[in-house]
């Protein structure tokens, strides 16, 4: 974010009202900017409750804030009398939807009750979502397949394609036959699953970074574990990640409000670096459904809003610890401005300042650094670490 629109958006978020806002938005861009801004917070928002947030029979559908609090200042509006916004809703499946689906369509023995399963698919009919599972495939993408898991993942994909159709009868989910272009689109969102690298690098640091965390968090001769924590993604990632370097200041004071989240690596178990990684993803949904939100809203005339569905519980809870409270897309980018930032956890001026001013040696550093290799390091350490804790408490 450059200095300029730095300043602006401070003076958005010190704001009164909405109408002040909209006011100094006005006053600092035209339509030509081509800047959207979503306030997340706004009382006197029009959009109706079928946005809201849902919890149905377990199953929930939510998005990065409570979308019915949602106020749009767009460039493209500013000057103009109406600024009516057509918005709709996108939902990103995550993996254990996909294969409760799977099981659904295909008369499989499942482990949930039908008929709750039935009522949270109706709900998704019924109120006009659009489907995406790209995040789904990404997760799956970054580990070996099998054979078996072939198989799996072709029967998961050809159910998500039929439930995507309009004529998809929930109470006959077997009778529907795809069209030979449903089968094409089929076999893209499968080949998907192969033959290219699909793992972030984002996501690569962010694997470091929580790897790193755990073993700070575990070792008591370090006292300020944040700036320890800090100063290793700084100068040795060469990334910057204030969104979960919040959450990991939570995670280092035990914080209750991150309880759900980061309870399976509180400290060394069987499992531990699958935890870790499993815990990395469940917040890397985060910057997907901004993404998303990005992606889906540049240089377009209508908005629409991401949403993420799960049975697991983490992804609502790391909404609430942190809410957003703006989102920024201008000049292909997106930025998240939430309720607590670095300055709020952080009191190392030394650090911030690295933070603030080191953001272009850090861009042409960044692809200097093998995160591949830094990664298997970590969790080689992790493991050894583990095997000792379990040898000395036989």
Known sequence: M??????????????????EQNKIFENNFSQSDNIKIFLFDEDRSNVPKSFKNRKINGYKIFGLADYTKLWVL?????????????????VHFDLNILTYLNKYINNFKQNTNTSDFIEYLKFLKNNQFNYNISTAIMERSISPINTTSKKIWSEIIISY???????????KPGELLLTEFEYRWAKEIYDSLFGKEQELIEYKALSC?????????NDKKIKNKLDVLLQYSLDVLNVYFELESVLIYYYFNSDNATKKTFKKIEGYSKKTVTNILNTTWDIFHIRLMEKSLLYDNQNKNDIVLSYFSSRDGAYNELDKI???????????QGFAIREKGINDVCSNEEILKKVEEEREMRRNNVNKVNLEKEKKNLINYIEDKQN???KNNL
């Open 2 to 19: 450059n200095k300029d629109l730095k300043i602006i958006i401070s003076s958005l978020i010190e704001a009164e009202n909405t109408y």
């Open 74 to 90: 767009d460039s493209k509006h500013i000057g103009r009398f109406s600024r009516e916004l057509k918005i709709g809703k996108v």
């Open 161 to 171: 394609v039929k439930f995507s159709n309009l004529k998809f009868d929930i109470f």
């Open 209 to 217: 970074l929580f790897l790193k965390a755990f073993l700070i968090k």
């Open 322 to 332: 942190n809410p957003i409270k703006m989102f920024v897309i201008y000049d292909g």
């Open 388 to 390: 000792l804790f379990f």
